[in-house]
């Protein structure tokens, strides 16, 4: 059973243009929220991550948004870029262990 | 090597086989973990050790998947009599302490087939 849900399953989105994605959870045990980026060929590598405590985190061009109450938390990429194509996965946290959503694959176009 | 690094990178096996998954984490880290990752799907937490010991291999989805950490580095994923549904890639992270807020480092992983 998936704990974190994930959406859009894809998305493109012109250079310069916002892509945002979504992730729900149940789990109140969940205490750290990680995106991670994926390229083909490669293993995920941590890209920004928020606690349950800050509604915002912003790392450059990164944003999460995390909303308690609703269990929701999300990713919106500013100024995106060609070399942000990739697959996102948002994913929680509880102990050591990480639970992943199913991941959006993100296409930026020049 | 910065890096986690597993072998091999790729991997085809025929149905019954056995296969041997290697990972070798970052030097000094404590904490080792093993992934599934089907394809289309998020990494999905197989077993954790910590050092050499087993803490948890709760997601391992049968008996014929076992793991070991003897010395407490190096670490292999052995699947057994393999079948169709145990084809996915592979990833194994380390850590640098037990501690939960520690980052998870990946590695490439291994795809693995099943013929």
């Known amino acids: 059973q998936q704990q974190v849900k994930q959406s859009p399953q894809s998305l493109i989105v012109q250079k310069g243009g916002i892509s945002i994605i979504n992730c729900a959870y149940e789990n109140t045990a969940f205490d750290y929220f990680p995106w991670y980026q994926q390229f083909p060929g490669k293993g995920p590598a941590l890209l920004i991550a928020i606690r349950p405590d800050v509604s915002e985190k912003k790392e450059g061009r990164f944003t999460i948004s995390f909303n308690k109450s609703a269990k929701q938390f999300s990713l919106h990429?500013?100024?995106s870029q060609p070399g942000d194509s990739a697959t996102y996965f948002c994913a929680a946290r509880s102990d050591y262990k990480l639970s992943?959503?199913?991941?959006?694959t993100v296409t930026v176009r020049a | 090597g910065a890096g986690v690094s597993q072998?091999?990178?790729y991997k085809v096996a025929k149905r019954g086989q056995d296969v041997a998954l290697r990972c070798d984490?970052?030097?000094g880290h404590v904490s080792l973990f093993w992934y599934q990752q089907a394809l289309g799907q998020g990494p999905e937490f197989l077993t954790y050790f910590q050092n050499e010991a087993q803490l948890d291999k709760s997601g391992l989805p049968s008996d014929r998947f076992f793991a070991e950490r003897p010395e407490g580095s190096v670490s292999t994923l052995k699947i057994q009599r393999t079948q169709q549904e145990d084809s996915a890639v592979y990833l194994c992270a380390s850590s640098l302490t037990a501690a939960s807020y520690n980052e998870q480092f990946f590695g490439p992983g291994t795809r693995l087939t099943v013929l």
């Open chain 2, 7 to 9: 072998s091999p990178r």
């Open chain 1, 100 to 104: 992943f959503g199913a991941g959006t």
């Open chain 1, 77 to 79: 990429i500013m100024d």
């Open chain 2, 25 to 27: 984490p970052i030097s």
